[in-house]
């Protein structure tokens, strides 16, 4: 028999999601894109109302709407939870993407993949010099990506809060590459 529909005062009254029903409900997928890796997949977070709205809570915990001038959000799971962060702590949101996709005038960085560079890029306006910036990515691996993108917030002169993650691969050190930045990570492996 199918569960009765909750009544919409139930649903706004559900509790806050904890890191350990989180990491329950990542998928880990085997060898996805290439042999040797295995992806965190985020799409049952997201599917599941409450867990989604507890991560975005655990995402920005430390700070209150007022307190942050923009969300960073990086290309392109990022884009998910910097910009449901950014509309709970009233505060913008600014796109870090991959170089050649935003249509206006860019700065940008390059970063070390395994064996090749990439480059992630940002609107030359995305950020006032001196705005209180949270940089926000679904999943921090060896921290070229963050890096990068710390490096575009501080050529525009804003100052970064903290860097937070959902998901942080611990034995990959990317917290070493960003050092100096307070980071969160919300669930750790
Ligand atoms: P990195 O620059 O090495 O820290 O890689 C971080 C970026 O790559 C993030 O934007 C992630 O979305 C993606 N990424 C790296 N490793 C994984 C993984 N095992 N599962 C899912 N996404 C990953």
């Known amino acids: 028999m199918k569960a009765p529909k909750p009544k919409t005062t139930e649903v706004l009254a559900r509790p806050g999601a904890t890191p350990s029903e989180i990491e329950r409900a990542i998928r880990n997928v085997p060898d ?6 295995q992806f965190k997949d985020i799409t049952p977070v997201l599917a599941d ?11 920005i915990d430390k700070w209150r709407p007022g307190s942050v001038d923009a969300v960073v959000g990086i290309d392109a799971r990022g884009f998910i939870f910097a ?25 940008e960085q390059d970063y070390a993949l395994e064996y090749a560079t990439a480059t992630v ?7 006032k010099p001196g705005a209180r910036v949270m940089l926000i990515d679904d999943l921090l691996a060896t921290g070229g990506t963050a890096s990068a993108a710390a490096a575009l917030v501080k050529k525009l002169g804003a100052n970064i809060l903290e860097i937070a993650f959902l998901i942080e691969l611990k034995f990959l050190n990317g917290r070493k590459k960003l050092n100096g930045y307070p980071v969160r990570s919300i669930v750790a492996y």
Not at 83 to 107: C, D, E, H, S, Y
Not at 121 to 127: E, G, K, T
Request: glycine letters at 8%; hydrophobic letters at 55%.
């Open 32 to 37: 996805f894109p290439q042999p040797g890796i």
């Open 49 to 59: 109302a409450r867990l989604f709205a507890g991560a975005i809570d655990l995402l």
């Open 83 to 107: 910009a449901a962060a950014a509309t709970k702590l009233r505060a913008g949101f600014v796109p870090v993407r991959k170089k050649g996709k935003l249509p206006f005038k860019t700065i």
């Open 121 to 127: 890029a940002m609107h030359v306006d995305a950020l």
